[in-house]
C-alpha cells in the first residue's frame, strides 16, 4: 500500500473524552466487497483493535445503508450479510 504525507496533518477526535490524534498519511485504495468494486481515499490512522473504520463519505459513495435490526447491510438496497468478527469476505 502506498501512502502519502498530508500536506497539513489534520486533528481527529475519537468517541471518547480526551482521545486526540493527528492524520498525517493518507492513501486511496481499490475496494472491492459484494457488489462493490472502486478505489476510495482513506485517512491512515493508528488504531488498536480495527482495520478500517468505514465513514459516511464511503458509505454514500457506495450506497450504503446500516439495517442493525436485520444484523445486515443494503449495498444499492440489496441486502448484504454482515461478517462476525474475524471473519474475512469470500
Partial sequence: MKIHLLD???GI??????????IIFGTSWPVQYSS????HY?????TDQF????GMGFMHKF???LEPKH???LISRVPTPTLSEGKQPN
Wanted: aromatic share 4%; hydrophobic share 40%; charged share 20%.
Fill in 36 to 39: 462493490i468494486v472502486g478505489t
Fill in 13 to 22: 477526535q475519537l468517541g471518547c473524552k480526551g482521545s486526540k490524534s493527528k
Fill in 51 to 54: 482495520d478500517a473504520i468505514i
Fill in 42 to 46: 482513506f485517512d491512515v490512522v493508528n
Fill in 71 to 73: 444484523n445486515s447491510i
Fill in 8 to 10: 497539513e496533518p489534520m
Fill in 63 to 65: 450506497g450504503i445503508m
